[in-house]
């Protein structure tokens, strides 16, 4: 093709907030809603499908059911996020909500162990598959001075969701107000309702002007941010009129799988090896205590069944506090000092929390304070991973590196975290689930370490600056 110079991604780094990066931040950052409340309502129910009124789980069937989940969002994530840099960003995150709309559905028509297995996977391709087509758009469309802090309190916005879920299965497992055997179908029902309004808003939301350039269409890229700035100027904000930089573009229909391996080994091994890092180390951390929390408070605290969602609202707050108080930090303090500081306080204050556990000095009020502490820090690492892997690659290669890293880190630290820790919890035994917390602990340690030393200083630079498109050409 044609060498293409446009100026799409320096003004869109110069806008003003506004309206439309409220859209996007709302439309698109409801993914961790949802997931938030998937994650927490499944949670949540596990006591409750335990029983032989609905599916009759095992502790162990619970457990590989949110593994089940998770091995969905990875093969969702490296099949969606393949097609997100072949077909554009706004299909695809309209295509993957369809799917978590489907699966979650059939989730609350389960019939027994392998359907309900089953629908969680498919429920969660959708959910992982919207990871790699909404980090890439929100990433794209934020202006890099609040890129950081945008990115890490909208996925810190899952655990709004998680507070959602926490109140919804206190109401839809009250015997009083729903019987036994069908009020764990409504909650996944509602979870339904939402994928359909999630549809309908995002049809507002343009394509990414920088994928379309890549792509050889610089012109409806212009378009796309002369749109926005009218927008803007109508609500009366100051949008610059002077010449932006531009950047000059030997555009691509697509990307081979050759040319992403030599992005990831070749030309970039050092962030690689931190990528992996950071997602594998953080998915096994959150997986595995997540998904089985209510199993903690119902087997050692004796926490009815259905209250265990008052216990959910308070490590969810902490959840959401973290990124949110913390996420400009990233963008002033810089990447390097924020991210490794969070992974290795949540860390150590894990490792400490699990000893206390194994000793019987925690109440089921105090253990909840504890968790509220350490995700508070381990909520802003963890959104700070996306971040880290969607803004350290080049842009044609964005979404499928997202999955990639999503995947492997996901599938190594997600799927073996519930598995194992659900066999932890039917051993009964304080002391072995502490091993387990011993080494989610060290593995955020680890983390932060690797951070450390190979973290990237992106604070508030151009997308295109930290890792120049593949099909940049200097001038």
């Given amino acids: 093709m044609d060498l293409t110079i446009t100026d799409a991604p320096a003004r869109l780094d110069r806008l003003p907030w506004g309206r439309f990066h409220w859209l996007v931040a709302a439309a698109l950052g409801i993914t961790w809603i949802l997931d938030g409340l998937e994650v927490t309502v499944v949670g949540s129910l596990s006591p409750a499908l335990a029983d032989p009124r609905t599916l009759a789980l095992t502790d162990s069937q619970n457990g590989l059911t949110g593994s089940a989940y998770i091995a969905g969002a990875v093969i969702g994530a490296l099949l969606f996020g393949r097609l997100t840099d072949t077909l554009g960003r706004k299909r695809l995150f309209t295509l993957t909500v369809a799917v978590y709309l489907v699966g979650t559905l059939l989730s609350g028509l389960s019939w027994d162990f392998a359907s309900y297995a089953l629908f969680r996977a498919l429920t969660g391709a959708g959910i992982g598959g919207e990871y790699a087509a909404v980090n890439s758009a929100v990433q794209e469309l934020i202006p890099a001075r609040r890129r950081g802090q945008t990115d890490l309190t909208i996925n810190g916005s899952f655990w709004v969701g998680a507070a959602i879920g926490a109140l919804a299965s206190v109401v839809v497992l009250d015997p009083k107000l729903f019987p036994v055997e069908y009020g764990w179908r409504f909650a996944f029902i509602g979870g339904a309702v939402i994928g359909l309004v999630i549809i309908f808003v995002r049809r507002y939301l343009p394509e990414s002007p920088r994928w379309l350039m890549t792509h050889g269409r610089a ?255 200097p001038i």
């Avoid at 100027?233 to 100051?238: C, D, I, S």
């Avoid at 490794?340 to 909840?368: E, H, K, P, V």
């Avoid at 968790?371 to 969607?390: E, M, P, R």
């Avoid at 659900?422 to 680890?446: A, K, N, T």
């Fill in 219 to 473: 012109a409806e890229a212009e378009r796309i941010v002369e749109g926005i700035e009218a927008s803007l100027r109508r609500e009366g904000k100051a949008v610059p009129d002077e010449p932006a930089a531009t950047i000059a573009l030997r555009p691509r229909t697509s990307t081979g799988v050759i040319a992403v391996v030599r992005t990831l080994f070749v030309a970039y091994p050092r962030r690689t090896i931190l990528g992996v890092t950071l997602m594998a180390t953080q998915a096994f951390c959150y997986n595995a205590i997540f998904f089985t929390y209510a199993l903690i408070l119902t087997k050692f605290y004796a926490v009815p069944t259905g209250q265990v969602g008052w216990f959910i609202l308070p490590f969810a707050a902490g959840n959401v506090l973290g990124p949110l108080l913390l996420g400009r930090l990233f963008d002033t303090i810089g990447r390097r000092t924020m991210i490794a500081s969070t992974y290795g306080l949540a860390g150590a204050l894990l490792i400490g929390a699990g000893w206390l556990f194994s000793r019987d000095l925690l109440t089921a009020t105090t253990l909840t304070l504890a968790w509220s502490v350490i995700f508070f820090f381990a909520s802003a690492a963890a959104s700070a991973a996306y971040l880290t892997v969607g803004e350290a690659f080049p842009l044609e290669t964005r979404a499928l590196v997202i999955a990639l890293f999503y995947a492997f880190g996901t599938g190594l630290g997600g799927v073996a975290g519930p598995a194992l820790f659900g066999v932890l919890i039917e051993s009964g035994s304080r002391g072995q689930i502490f091993l387990g917390y011993l080494l989610g602990g060290g593995l955020m340690l680890l983390a932060a370490v690797v951070e450390a030393w190979l973290g990237v200083a992106a604070e508030r630079l151009p997308l295109e600056e930290v890792a120049p498109p593949l099909s940049h050409v």
